[in-house]
């Protein structure tokens, strides 16, 4: 299970980045095309959407990377929060499901719950 336990950190650190990356493609298309549509209303509009969106994109994504770290250092609070995350991507049809899935099938096997408190002995 520990090469799962790994793989999961670094699916979570992959998932989280590419996240990252679609929030900062949605903030420059957005106002990209406000600058293009030179409608100084269109261009506010789309400027504070993008904004937004890409804000929430951005803050929705460092939870998933903190806890990859804390995964492939096997901290027992980072299974903790990828726990949760992996029940709030059951939602995210499809690929989301299957991470949550795998997350689930990870994180509960009780060869990593092992896992991790065999490490909170060793520290």
């Given amino acids: 299970m520990d090469k799962h336990v790994t793989a ?8 989280s980045a590419l996240r990252i990356i679609a929030a900062i493609t949605v903030y420059i298309v957005l106002i990209g095309v406000g600058i293009i549509s030179e409608d100084p209303e269109a261009m506010q509009i789309l400027a504070t959407v993008g904004t937004i969106v890409s804000f929430v994109l951005f803050f929705c994504s460092i939870p998933g990377i903190i806890g990859g770290i ?9 299974r ?29 096997n009780n060869e990593t719950e092992k896992l991790f408190s065999v490490e909170k002995i060793k520290k």
């Fill in 70 to 78: 804390g995964l492939l250092n096997r901290q027992g609070w980072a």
């Fill in 8 to 15: 999961l950190g670094i699916l979570y650190i992959v998932f």
């Fill in 80 to 108: 903790i929060l990828i726990i949760i995350l992996g029940f709030l991507n059951l939602l995210k049809i499809p690929i989301g499901t299957a991470l949550g899935i795998y997350t689930i099938w990870v994180l509960f």
